[in-house]
């Protein structure tokens, strides 16, 4: 089945630095989503990238889709402590009825 | 704005006892999914509907099964609960089923 890997698992930065993960499927997709998942809460929609080459930015964040619509990243620029959280992309492969959670990054940053 | 409101948020059972789990999804959306998150870990899918039509299935034990009524709620039955079903179970509903995904508070299981 399809599976959708990211990485790093953890990272931690020192506030100010800039932030990357990267996400993998193991097949095309059809659209990629990006969640933030605070600790004790529920993943929370940032965004979805449906175009092959599709550069999307929000504020310090910027999300790109692969060429080969088979994997994403997601940038943050200057991290700051209201970052921290775990940010998980999902898949959806073509005529998938549902997008499958990559195993997400967890970020801390230290102030 | 209206949210995916689960009930309960927290929840104790006993092994081999039954829970029932329940979502109500945001008012129009028309596709429903349910999610198992364990400690650590990412959120694994077990079921979605479209229209009240079951369309997707993923790791959900047969001891599970679930139904979204003529009023779009949905409910998760879980039965001869084990300890390994304890869990925070997500909830989440869309307007379509390439939209993105709004997420309930979840319900936290414990098994004991």
């Known amino acids: 089945g399809q599976q959708v890997m990211q990485i790093p698992q953890y990272q931690h930065v020192q506030e100010g630095e800039d932030f990357t993960t990267y996400c993998n499927s193991s097949?095309?997709?059809?659209?990629i989503q990006w969640y933030k998942q605070r600790p004790g809460g529920h993943p929370v929609f940032l965004i979805q990238l449906v175009k092959s080459g599709e550069v999307k930015k929000q504020k310090r964040l910027t999300f790109q889709f692969g060429e080969a619509k088979k994997n994403s990243s997601l940038h943050i620029t200057a991290t700051q402590t209201t970052d921290v959280g775990t940010y998980f992309c999902a898949g959806r492969a073509t005529n998938a009825g549902k997008s499958t959670f990559g195993d997400g990054t967890t970020l801390t940053v230290k102030p | 704005a209206a949210g995916v409101i689960q009930s309960p948020r927290h929840l104790i059972k006993e092994k081999r006892e039954t829970a029932t789990l329940k979502c109500y999804p945001i008012p129009r959306h028309d596709t429903v999914y349910w999610y198992q998150q364990g400690p650590g870990q990412d959120p694994q899918f077990l079921i979605s509907?479209?229209?009240?039509?079951?369309?997707d299935k993923g790791s959900i034990p047969d001891r599970f099964s679930a139904q979204q009524f003529s009023d779009y709620h949905s409910e998760l039955n879980m039965s001869s609960l084990e300890l390994g079903d304890s869990a925070l179970y997500f909830c989440a509903s869309s307007l379509g089923q390439g939209r993105g995904y709004t997420f309930g508070s979840g319900t936290r299981l414990t098994v004991v």
């Open positions: 097949t095309t997709l059809s659209n």
């Open positions: 509907f479209y229209e009240k039509m079951q369309s």
